[in-house]
């Protein structure tokens, strides 16, 4: 019985498709007479590995592999271009926002009690 062997050209070529392009610059479509064309920040890795095992009792040979790969998207904003003419539409990340507010609050409270705790020295 012949194993299936691990296809590593078949993992690059899904993680090539799925790293391009076409994934950062989405397909433009109309909306009210002006082309929109969604654009997005794409970043991805891929790895894989194989190896062969030594002889497993009863003289059996392992041969194994595997690999993946991961992709991250992340949308920018969109291009519209229309009568007026092209302009940039940034993409607002309210999460983002609500974290760096966050975090500046923290900031702040941090130093003032700090403040407050050398003072009472």
Known sequence: MTEPTFDL??????????????RAF???Y???GALVIPVARVSGATGAGGG????????????GGGGGFATHVRPLGVVVVDARGTR????????R?????????????????LARALRRR
Do not use: C, K, N, Y
């Open 26 to 28: 989405g397909e433009a």
């Open 97 to 113: 926002a609500i974290l760096g507010g966050q975090l500046a609050l923290a900031a702040v409270a941090t130093v003032w009690l």
């Open 9 to 22: 050209a078949a993992l690059t070529r899904a993680a090539a498709d799925s790293i391009s392009v076409r």
């Open 88 to 95: 940039w539409v940034p993409t607002v990340d309210v999460d």
């Open 30 to 32: 109309d909306q009210d």
């Open 52 to 63: 062969g095992g030594a002889d497993a009792p009863g003289g059996a040979h392992g041969d």
